[in-house]
């Protein structure tokens, strides 16, 4: 006779296999559980406990879940002696597909401007879970760049791409992914409204072919909308691979609208998805099937959903074998195995950094090399005076000094993207979880972090993934700390000068500086601000996916795109009004540009103004303006030293003019670089925390982290005058 007995899915260990019975909590947390799967009578195994023991991974519908064990409390499961059935054999009751009512779709006001444009535009919305494929199908259809990435919450906005295709203006946007369009968090609220409000012709649904049962949730809840819809069953060759088969034409004809096997990393059956659009625009009456959930609210409409969908599926699809499943999920056993999680992540953060500055260091010479020629060159051309200055000691100079960096900058991007694309970014987050909550910081803030080493707004942005406001505020507030690549040029610029060993440990160092000071800033705030944060931590781990060379590639592409745009934009207008303002005023008809006419010019005056403020980290008047031209731009520290500096001799390099300026050492130079980490975040970094949390901790940033930069620089350079 079959034991059983119900316990909270907290209780169980390792390995052990159970069927869901009810979920407990506030309502937020019960939704979100539902829709990832933890509905009743779904079976669920424990897969295995973070490094530190908390959180904990569960495989519920081909997915992987990371739950805190407060979490997995609120779930109820049954514990049998026996390997649960699957879902779609045990359905409590029977739904007829012939009683489900059919509506034809309204011919509704369209409230985009565009869309009234002309009668050959077909205006497609497109929408699907995290993690399905659907940015990669958005680059391959519109030949645009958009970031890709493995885990929640990278396309924060929407992106629109428009490209022709069998004489039609497809206009594709491209919609942040969401789970379901229940208004939990702020992707969905995105998705809803524009839905609502927008009104696409057309839907186009990408679904993950590899996890069907739970993608089709937000299917059913799309042909709701009353907007044509379109099924994109994505990844349809892993699906083939594991031994799975589907009959989606049936299901397309049970769902009535268009199924359409895609594999969008590689293009596969996109022009048939293309199409298959076309058509869907071109006919004259189109039918939806619609889920009648009326007096139902929302946990019992998805329970019915899942319902639905599990006698759906028992129509249409034929699981194979159980162990290739798993096979995308073997590296886990040692990526984040209890002893090896954590030395594998360090060591991996230490190897992006030290190829950062090591690799990046040829190609580094070789630009360094090739602007001198060139600054030389152009000289060479122009006669002496006022325009000669400004494009050789200006306009080259300045850029050029910034220039330098990029194959230093693209490096750390291909690190990060290898992190997004594989998803092992989750992982990291995984097995963060732990030790952040400790200190007053979600897991899931690990991740904006990572981006933040690249740039801070898309980071700040990134946060959006966080269902707790506090929860957001603390990571918003924390993520300038992160080093961006922005940064990246003092640092590298200065540890040459003045590091002649261990240049990747000091660069490594620079990093774990900005960690300590955002982990000493997320305390405070949950002291003094907020009073803990939340105690959900629920995330997916997606399975590892190799990175395709054509998205790593378009990946470092469109950063060194804007990269070079702000070299041509902010840079560039920073360095000609740094230029102008040593230049002028010039005193007697004297127009060489010495030492002395920097000195009594208006940056002159300005630097020495605040150099009383200055000369207690250590730094003289060019250094402070240095500083506060930075608030621009990061990267125009460099330039603003490459401006100030190439005045008193042309034949000596940047970092020999550095080398020389009087009183500056190593720790001098280090915490320089510290100021540089700690002050203000650049003002696109002040405006996307203005925008996510408002002007009052836009406010508070730049005003605290400034102070601490100040406070920190002083110590290093102090006590380092006592010890050395």
């Keep these: 006779m079959e034991k059983e007995r119900i316990i909270k899915l907290s209780e169980l260990p390792q390995g052990t296999n159970c069927i869901v019975k009810n979920v407990n909590g506030d309502a937020a947390i019960r939704l979100r559980l539902m829709e990832l799967g933890f509905?009743?009578?779904?079976?669920?195994?424990?897969?295995?406990?973070?490094?530190?023991?908390?959180?904990?991974?569960?495989?519920?519908?081909?997915?992987?879940?990371?739950?805190?064990?407060?979490?997995?409390?609120?779930?109820?499961?049954?514990?049998?002696?026996?390997?649960?059935?699957?879902?779609?054999?045990?359905?409590?009751?029977?739904?007829?597909?012939?009683?489900?009512e059919l509506r034809t779709c309204p011919d509704t006001e369209k409230c985009c401007n565009e869309k009234n444009a002309g009668k050959k535009t077909i205006n497609v919305a497109l929408v699907g879970n995290p993690n399905c494929g659907k940015t990669s199908l958005f680059n391959h259809a519109t030949g645009l760049r958009e970031k890709v990435g493995n885990y929640s919450g990278v396309t924060v906005d929407a992106k629109v791409g428009t490209f022709n295709f069998n004489g039609y203006s497809i206009r594709l946007v491209d919609l942040p992914g969401t789970y379901s369009l229940t208004d939990c968090s702020a992707e969905e609220k995105y998705v809803f409204y524009f839905l609502s409000n927008c009104k696409p012709d057309v839907i186009l649904n990408i679904v993950d072919a590899s996890n069907i049962e739970r993608n089709l949730l937000l299917t059913t809840q799309l042909l709701d909308m009353g907007i044509p819809v379109v099924v994109a069953l994505n990844m349809y060759d892993e699906l083939v691979s594991r031994g799975d088969s589907i009959d989606y034409k049936t299901l397309g004809s049970l769902l009535s609208l268009p199924v359409v096997p895609t594999k969008a990393s590689s293009g596969m059956g996109i022009p048939e998805l293309l199409k298959t659009i076309v058509d869907v625009k071109e006919s004259d009456e189109q039918h939806l099937l619609h889920l009648d959930t009326s007096g139902l609210n929302v946990e019992e409409a998805t329970a019915y959903r899942y319902r639905f969908i599990r006698e759906l599926l028992n129509k249409v699809y034929k699981s194979g074998d159980k162990a290739k499943h798993r096979k995308a999920y073997n590296a886990d056993k040692i990526l984040t195995n209890k002893w090896f999680g954590f030395p594998i992540l360090l060591i991996f953060m230490w190897l992006m950094f030290e190829a950062t500055f090591t690799i990046g260091a040829y190609p580094q010479e070789w630009i360094e090399m090739a602007t001198e020629w060139f600054g030389a060159l152009v000289g060479s051309w122009l006669n002496d005076g006022i325009f000669r200055d400004l494009i050789v000691d200006g306009v080259i100079a300045g850029v050029g000094g910034v220039l330098v960096f990029l194959p230093n900058i693209l490096i750390l991007y291909l690190f990060i993207a290898i992190l997004e694309d594989t998803g092992y970014m989750a992982r990291a987050a995984f097995i963060m979880d732990k030790l952040m909550s400790k200190v007053g910081l979600h897991g899931k803030s690990f991740i904006p972090f990572v981006i933040g080493f690249g740039c801070s707004v898309p980071a700040i942005m990134s946060a959006r993934m966080l269902e707790n406001r506090k929860d957001r505020i603390v990571t918003i507030l924390t993520v300038p700390f992160m080093s961006c690549s922005a940064r990246l040029p003092v640092y590298l610029l200065f540890v040459s000068v003045f590091f002649d060993k261990y240049q990747g440990l000091i660069l490594l160092g620079i990093y774990l500086v900005g960690i300590l000071f955002a982990v000493i800033t997320s305390l405070i705030l949950n002291k003094v601000s907020f009073k803990g944060v939340s105690k959900e931590f629920v995330l997916e781990l997606p399975p590892y996916r190799i990175p395709t060379v054509r998205n790593v590639l378009i990946h470092m592409w469109d950063k060194s795109v804007q990269y070079l745009k702000k070299m041509a934009t902010i840079i560039l207008a920073a360095s000609v009004i740094i230029w102008a303002l040593e230049y002028f005023p010039r005193s007697n008809g004297d127009d060489m540009l010495t030492d002395n006419n920097i000195e009594y010019s208006y940056i002159g005056k300005f630097g020495h103004a605040i150099e009383p403020i200055m000369r207690p980290c250590g730094f003289d008047w060019r250094l402070g303006v240095a500083l506060i031209t930075g608030i621009a731009a990061k990267e125009v520290v460099v330039s603003t030293l490459g401006v100030l500096l190439d005045a008193e001799d042309e034949d000596v390099s940047l970092k020999e003019k550095i080398r020389s300026i009087d009183g500056f050492t190593p720790h001098t130079a280090f915490g320089f670089m510290v100021f540089v980490l700690l002050c203000t975040p650049c003002i696109a970094a002040l405006a996307a925390i203005r925008r996510e949390a408002g002007l009052k901790w836009a406010v508070f940033s730049a005003v605290y982290s400034t102070a601490l930069a100040w406070i920190v620089s002083c110590l290093i350079f102090q006590i380092g005058n006592l010890i050395l």
Excluded at 70 to 89: F, G, M, R
């Design 39 to 100: 509905v009743e009578n779904e079976p669920v195994m424990v897969i295995k406990n973070a490094p530190l023991m908390d959180p904990v991974e569960y495989q519920v519908m081909d997915s992987h879940i990371s739950l805190r064990r407060n979490e997995a409390e609120k779930i109820d499961v049954l514990v049998t002696d026996d390997t649960p059935e699957s879902p779609l054999n045990v359905i409590n009751k029977k739904i007829d597909f012939e009683s489900f």
